[in-house]
């Protein structure tokens, strides 16, 4: 069974302070988060996106698992954006994943 979305973090993962002098309780707290949400692989970029074998013609499976990886993706970048000032949130729209975030 699939967990739910959360698209909120607790208000214990803070918002990341403009001149940053606040990352290592950032840091800390979105990395418990996202820990417990099942998506820091993908902040970390160890959850890598699926290639179907066959790039042409993708089985049902690889392209499900391929949608599944990009949703989860997704969240996982919706997430950290919503902690970021905004200046940072804008300097990153142009990343493909959330590790490139």
């Not at 707290?29 to 179907?52: F, I, S």
Request: net charge negative.
């Amino acid at each position: 069974m699939p967990f739910p979305t959360i698209l909120e973090l607790p208000p214990t993962v803070p918002y990341l302070n403009a001149n940053g002098h606040n990352w290592a309780a950032f840091a800390m707290h979105l990395q418990e988060a996202m820990l417990a949400r099942r998506q820091w692989d993908h902040l970390v970029g160890t959850t890598t996106h699926p290639v179907p074998k066959d790039a042409a013609n993708p089985t049902s499976s690889e392209h499900e698992a391929i949608k599944a990886w990009e949703r989860e993706d997704t969240v996982a970048g919706y997430l950290l954006s919503t902690r970021l000032p905004d200046w940072l949130c804008l300097s990153l729209d142009n990343s493909t994943s959330a590790k490139t975030q």
